[in-house]
Protein backbone atom coordinates (compact mmCIF):
# COMPACT_ATOMS: atom_id res chain seq x y z
CA UNK A 1 0.00 0.00 0.00
CA UNK A 2 1.60 3.46 -0.64
CA UNK A 3 2.37 5.98 2.08
CA UNK A 4 -0.02 8.50 2.55
CA UNK A 5 1.24 11.99 2.58
CA UNK A 6 0.88 14.39 5.50
CA UNK A 7 -2.26 16.41 5.54
CA UNK A 8 -1.74 20.06 5.51
CA UNK A 9 -2.51 20.61 9.07
CA UNK A 10 0.10 17.95 9.85
CA UNK A 11 2.84 20.07 7.87
CA UNK A 12 1.53 23.33 9.60
CA UNK A 13 2.17 21.39 13.07
CA UNK A 14 5.82 20.28 12.14
CA UNK A 15 6.78 23.56 10.83
CA UNK A 16 5.25 25.08 14.21
CA UNK A 17 7.02 22.60 16.67
CA UNK A 18 10.19 23.33 14.65
CA UNK A 19 10.33 27.01 15.05
CA UNK A 20 9.10 27.11 18.24
CA UNK A 21 12.35 24.92 19.38
CA UNK A 22 14.24 27.04 17.18
CA UNK A 23 12.98 30.38 19.48
CA UNK A 24 12.85 28.84 22.48
CA UNK A 25 17.05 27.57 21.75
CA UNK A 26 18.24 30.68 19.48
CA UNK A 27 16.17 33.33 20.91
CA UNK A 28 17.83 33.35 24.12
CA UNK A 29 21.42 32.32 22.57
CA UNK A 30 20.66 36.07 20.26
CA UNK A 31 19.85 38.31 23.15
CA UNK A 32 22.43 36.96 25.46
CA UNK A 33 26.06 37.15 22.99
CA UNK A 34 24.56 39.81 21.00
CA UNK A 35 21.70 41.94 22.58
CA UNK A 36 22.42 41.87 26.06
CA UNK A 37 25.49 44.38 27.74
CA UNK A 38 28.05 42.09 29.45
CA UNK A 39 27.70 42.62 32.94
CA UNK A 40 29.82 44.78 35.26
CA UNK A 41 33.23 43.99 36.67
CA UNK A 42 34.22 42.79 39.77
CA UNK A 43 34.05 45.70 41.99
CA UNK A 44 37.72 46.85 42.70
CA UNK A 45 39.67 49.77 43.81
CA UNK A 46 39.98 50.52 40.20
CA UNK A 47 36.46 51.24 40.26
CA UNK A 48 34.88 55.02 40.45
CA UNK A 49 32.87 55.77 43.53
CA UNK A 50 29.38 55.84 43.61
CA UNK A 51 29.69 58.80 44.34
CA UNK A 52 32.80 61.36 43.79
CA UNK A 53 34.77 61.37 46.21
CA UNK A 54 38.46 62.36 46.66
CA UNK A 55 41.07 59.75 45.89
CA UNK A 56 44.12 62.24 45.05
CA UNK A 57 46.78 63.79 46.64
CA UNK A 58 50.40 62.59 48.20
CA UNK A 59 52.04 62.69 51.11
CA UNK A 60 54.59 60.86 53.19
CA UNK A 61 53.80 57.77 55.44
CA UNK A 62 53.71 60.18 58.65
CA UNK A 63 51.40 62.31 56.91
CA UNK A 64 49.24 59.65 55.83
CA UNK A 65 49.33 57.75 59.23
CA UNK A 66 47.82 61.25 60.70
CA UNK A 67 44.31 60.54 62.15
CA UNK A 68 44.35 56.97 60.92
CA UNK A 69 43.68 55.78 64.48
CA UNK A 70 40.19 56.03 65.76
CA UNK A 71 36.26 55.76 64.63
CA UNK A 72 35.61 55.72 60.70
CA UNK A 73 32.71 55.15 59.41
CA UNK A 74 31.56 54.11 55.92
CA UNK A 75 30.18 57.29 53.44
CA UNK A 76 29.27 58.42 49.86
CA UNK A 77 31.36 56.56 47.00
CA UNK A 78 30.34 53.22 48.56
CA UNK A 79 28.60 50.38 46.85
CA UNK A 80 28.31 46.36 47.91
CA UNK A 81 25.91 44.07 46.27
CA UNK A 82 25.86 40.36 44.89
CA UNK A 83 27.56 38.53 42.11
CA UNK A 84 25.93 34.67 40.78
CA UNK A 85 25.86 32.57 37.78
CA UNK A 86 22.64 31.52 36.29
CA UNK A 87 21.61 28.94 33.39
CA UNK A 88 18.89 31.29 31.52
CA UNK A 89 17.75 28.71 29.00
CA UNK A 90 20.14 26.65 28.59
CA UNK A 91 22.74 30.22 28.07
CA UNK A 92 25.19 30.68 30.89
CA UNK A 93 25.01 34.51 32.11
CA UNK A 94 26.19 36.24 35.24
CA UNK A 95 23.87 38.22 37.58
CA UNK A 96 25.16 40.94 39.06
CA UNK A 97 23.34 43.53 41.79
CA UNK A 98 24.22 46.61 43.35
CA UNK A 99 23.51 48.96 46.10
CA UNK A 100 24.83 52.14 47.52
CA UNK A 101 22.61 51.98 50.14
CA UNK A 102 25.71 51.12 52.63
CA UNK A 103 26.37 52.08 56.05
CA UNK A 104 28.78 51.10 58.29
CA UNK A 105 32.02 51.62 60.91
CA UNK A 106 35.71 51.25 61.50
CA UNK A 107 37.80 50.95 64.53
CA UNK A 108 41.55 51.37 63.59
CA UNK A 109 44.52 51.21 66.15
CA UNK A 110 48.24 50.97 64.37
CA UNK A 111 47.86 49.09 61.41
CA UNK A 112 44.80 46.96 62.62
CA UNK A 113 41.42 47.31 62.03
CA UNK A 114 40.36 46.51 65.50
CA UNK A 115 36.61 45.93 64.96
CA UNK A 116 34.10 47.11 62.55
CA UNK A 117 30.75 46.03 60.78
CA UNK A 118 29.08 47.16 57.56
CA UNK A 119 24.91 46.93 56.66
CA UNK A 120 23.70 46.54 53.02
CA UNK A 121 20.17 47.59 52.10
CA UNK A 122 19.08 44.76 50.12
CA UNK A 123 15.67 45.97 49.06
CA UNK A 124 17.33 48.82 47.29
CA UNK A 125 19.77 46.20 45.42
CA UNK A 126 19.08 46.39 41.75
CA UNK A 127 20.15 44.38 38.60
CA UNK A 128 19.54 45.03 34.87
CA UNK A 129 16.26 43.30 35.25
CA UNK A 130 13.30 43.88 37.02
CA UNK A 131 12.14 40.61 36.79
CA UNK A 132 14.80 39.50 38.91
CA UNK A 133 14.78 42.26 41.64
CA UNK A 134 11.22 41.32 42.47
CA UNK A 135 12.00 37.44 42.66
CA UNK A 136 15.50 39.04 44.70
CA UNK A 137 13.31 41.31 47.08
CA UNK A 138 10.50 38.24 47.22
CA UNK A 139 11.02 34.55 47.24
CA UNK A 140 14.61 34.17 47.35
CA UNK A 141 15.36 37.19 50.07
CA UNK A 142 12.08 38.03 51.56
CA UNK A 143 13.86 41.52 52.06
CA UNK A 144 10.30 42.64 54.02
CA UNK A 145 11.37 40.24 56.80
CA UNK A 146 15.67 40.00 56.23
CA UNK A 147 15.78 44.02 54.73
CA UNK A 148 19.56 43.71 55.58
CA UNK A 149 22.51 41.99 54.70
CA UNK A 150 25.66 42.74 57.63
CA UNK A 151 29.39 41.81 58.53
CA UNK A 152 30.82 42.33 61.58
CA UNK A 153 34.40 41.52 61.98
CA UNK A 154 35.15 38.80 64.81
CA UNK A 155 38.87 38.89 64.85
CA UNK A 156 41.60 42.27 63.88
CA UNK A 157 42.29 42.71 60.49
CA UNK A 158 46.25 43.57 60.67
CA UNK A 159 47.26 45.38 57.27
CA UNK A 160 50.90 45.25 58.46
CA UNK A 161 52.22 49.25 57.72
CA UNK A 162 49.89 52.27 57.38
CA UNK A 163 50.16 53.16 53.60
CA UNK A 164 50.94 56.09 52.07
CA UNK A 165 48.21 58.20 50.45
CA UNK A 166 47.15 56.23 47.17
CA UNK A 167 48.78 52.93 48.67
CA UNK A 168 47.49 49.34 48.87
CA UNK A 169 47.61 47.27 51.78
CA UNK A 170 46.25 43.79 52.32
CA UNK A 171 44.97 41.79 55.15
CA UNK A 172 42.79 38.46 55.64
CA UNK A 173 39.18 39.21 57.54
CA UNK A 174 37.35 36.82 59.75
CA UNK A 175 34.18 37.68 60.86
CA UNK A 176 30.26 37.05 60.85
CA UNK A 177 27.90 37.47 58.00
CA UNK A 178 24.31 37.63 58.53
CA UNK A 179 21.32 37.07 55.36
CA UNK A 180 18.18 35.78 55.75
CA UNK A 181 18.75 35.20 59.11
CA UNK A 182 21.43 32.95 59.60
CA UNK A 183 24.91 33.99 60.21
CA UNK A 184 28.17 32.13 59.40
CA UNK A 185 31.71 32.80 59.96
CA UNK A 186 33.20 34.21 56.89
CA UNK A 187 37.35 34.61 55.95
CA UNK A 188 38.12 36.51 52.80
CA UNK A 189 40.70 38.64 51.50
CA UNK A 190 40.85 42.83 52.06
CA UNK A 191 42.45 45.59 49.71
CA UNK A 192 43.00 48.78 51.38
CA UNK A 193 43.94 52.29 49.77
CA UNK A 194 44.42 55.12 51.37
CA UNK A 195 43.32 58.49 49.86
CA UNK A 196 43.76 62.01 50.03
CA UNK A 197 40.87 62.36 53.16
CA UNK A 198 40.02 58.92 54.19
CA UNK A 199 40.92 55.29 52.68
CA UNK A 200 38.90 52.52 50.37
CA UNK A 201 38.63 48.98 50.82
CA UNK A 202 37.95 46.22 48.88
CA UNK A 203 36.79 42.61 49.10
CA UNK A 204 34.59 40.04 48.19
CA UNK A 205 32.67 37.12 50.35
CA UNK A 206 31.63 33.95 49.25
CA UNK A 207 28.77 32.62 49.85
CA UNK A 208 26.73 29.41 49.83
CA UNK A 209 22.82 29.83 50.11
CA UNK A 210 22.00 26.95 51.86
CA UNK A 211 24.07 28.24 54.37
CA UNK A 212 21.69 31.01 54.94
CA UNK A 213 18.62 29.01 54.60
CA UNK A 214 18.30 30.20 50.75
CA UNK A 215 17.00 27.98 48.30
CA UNK A 216 18.97 28.64 44.87
CA UNK A 217 15.77 29.97 42.63
CA UNK A 218 15.40 27.21 39.60
CA UNK A 219 12.27 28.58 38.28
CA UNK A 220 10.52 29.97 34.65
CA UNK A 221 13.69 28.56 32.65
CA UNK A 222 16.36 30.29 35.42
CA UNK A 223 18.80 27.83 37.31
CA UNK A 224 21.21 29.83 39.90
CA UNK A 225 24.31 27.99 40.76
CA UNK A 226 24.16 27.03 45.05
CA UNK A 227 26.91 29.96 45.31
CA UNK A 228 27.75 33.30 44.61
CA UNK A 229 29.38 36.29 46.31
CA UNK A 230 28.87 39.29 48.51
CA UNK A 231 31.00 42.28 46.58
CA UNK A 232 31.62 45.49 48.50
CA UNK A 233 33.80 48.56 47.54
CA UNK A 234 33.80 51.12 50.82
CA UNK A 235 35.21 54.55 51.26
CA UNK A 236 35.52 55.45 54.88
CA UNK A 237 35.84 59.17 56.23
CA UNK A 238 36.28 60.47 60.20
CA UNK A 239 33.60 59.65 62.19
Not at 72 to 89: I, K, M, P, T
Not at 150 to 179: C, M, R, Y
Request: proline fraction near 6%; hydrophobic fraction near 35%.
Amino acid sequence: MARTRPTRWKRWLIVGVATAALVGVGGPYVYINYIQDDPPAALSLDSPPATPASTSGSGSGEQAGEGVEGGWRVGSGSQAGYRVDEVLFGQNVTAVGRTEEVTGELEIEGARAVGGSFTVDLASVRSDSDQRDSQFRGPIMNTERYPNAVFELTEPVDFGSVPDVNEQVTGEATGDLTIHGETNSVTFDLIAQRTADGFRVNGSIPVTFAEHGIDAPNFGGIAVEDEGTVEFLLAFSPA
